[in-house]
Every structure is written in C-alpha cells, then in structure tokens.
T-cell receptor
Framework: DTEVTQTPKHLVMGMTNKKSLKCEQHMGHRAMYWYKQKAKKPPELMFVYSYEKLSINESVPSRFSPECPNSSLLNLHLHALQPEDSALYLC???????????FGPGTRLTVL | GIQVEQSPPDLILQEGANSTLRCNFS?????LQWFHQNPWGQLINLFYIPSGTKQNGRLSATTVATERYSLLYISSSQTTDSGVYFC??????????FGQGTRLTINP
C-alpha cells in the first residue's frame, strides 16, 4: 500500500464552526506533514510530525491545531477560521523526515 | 533563506514533443525533489535527486549540485503529462522549499 488518504475531499465551513481534516498512511512512514496550498501557488509547510512528535510548527495561527494520535494518523483541527484560510490542504508522509514525500489527494476547504 | 527559481513558468507543447524544465537554487542543498501536480491537485513525487542523474521511463532528471541547478526532461510528451511541475529543495532549514512551478500543457 503506497497511498496516503485524506478525508473529506471537500469541506465548506462557516467562521464559527469546528471541523477536522484527517490523513492516514499505512506505509510505516515515521514522518507526516501538513501543507497549505493557495490557488496557483506552491505548497507551504505548516506542521511536521516525526515519530508522532511535533517537530516543526511554521508559525501557523492557533486556529489550526494538529494532532498525531498514532504513527498512521494525522489530524488537523480547525476552529474560527477566516475566509483567507480557504485553500487546498495537503497531507504527506515519508519514511524518515525529508525522505521522498508521498502526498494525499488533499482537502479543498472553503471558509464562508 | 534559499531561493528557488523555476523556468519557464509556462510551457505549451504538442503531444510527442520533448521538454526540459529547469530549477535554479541559491545555496548548496542537501535534498532536492521533483513533483508533478495533476489538474485535480494530486502531487506525485517524480524524483529524489540531490545530485546526479536518474531516469524513470520517459522522465529523467539531472542535478548539478556544484552549479546549483537541476533539470527535468520529459520525452515523447503525453496529454497526461499536463499539470504543474515543482522543484523543492532543503538547504539546512530542515524543510522543503518549493519553487513557483512550471505549468505544462500538452495539446493532443
């Protein structure tokens, strides 16, 4: 299994909602990543978990809260988002940190 | 931080043509990866190539680390090759920095 899965594929939420994005991999990878990608721009790193511990937080606002319940799962909890947070949120994993990265299909988030 | 420049920004070709995409970077790198993002947003890793040359089917890549550039070659283009090609590098900041990408359109 060389796949990273993400749910949901699409999400529309209001600014007062709380929602979560989920990411799963069963490749035995020990590093997992969240990226944010705006239209016609490259992906930007948000968080990195290595061995289930948060190792990088790229000064992301606290309305984004990552969680790594186990080595196969990565969540991104969303609360009180702003319309400018609308973007494609990509999850990736690699065997070790900075090894070849495998990306999921992404969640297209729209904040109204 | 490191600067990553990709060229050309846009490229339109007919099916069957060959192409060369370039990635220049401003500092020595420990890690360089090429990705293809299809029109639906899926990013696929093409190569992990901090130096040297690799080939995978119709695609090949060369990184000349001492001269701070990498090239991605696509031969006999197919319409499924359309999308955005990203180069991403790591140079001591412990994260991949992506270039702005080259948007490739292959017309039938």
């Amino acid at each position: 299994d060389t796949e990273v899965t993400q749910t949901p594929k699409h999400l529309v939420m209001g600014m007062t909602n709380k929602k979560s994005l989920k990411c799963e991999q069963h490749m035995g990878h020990r590093a997992m990543y969240w990226y944010k990608q705006k239209a016609k721009k490259p992906p930007e790193l948000m968080f990195v978990y290595s061995y289930e511990k948060l190792s990088i937080n790229e000064s992301v606002p606290s309305r984004f809260s990552p969680e790594c319940p186990n080595s196969s799962l990565l969540n991104l909890h969303l609360h009180a988002l702003q319309p400018e947070d609308s973007a494609l949120y990509l999850c990736a994993s690699s065997y070790n940190y900075l090894d070849t990265q495998y990306f999921g299909p992404g969640t297209r988030l729209t904040v109204l | 931080g490191i600067q990553v420049e990709q060229s050309p920004p846009d490229l339109i070709l007919q099916e069957g043509a060959n192409s060369t995409l370039r990635c220049n970077f401003s500092d020595s790198v420990n890690n360089l990866q090429w990705f293809h993002q299809n029109p639906w947003g899926q990013l696929i890793n093409l190569f992990y190539i901090p130096s040297g040359t690799k080939q995978n089917g119709r695609l090949s890549a060369t990184t000349v680390a001492t001269e701070r550039y990498s090239l991605l070659y696509i031969s006999s283009s197919q319409t499924t090759d359309s999308g955005v090609y990203f180069c991403a590098v790591e140079a001591g900041a412990q994260k991949l920095v992506f270039g702005q990408g080259t948007r490739l359109t292959i017309n039938p």
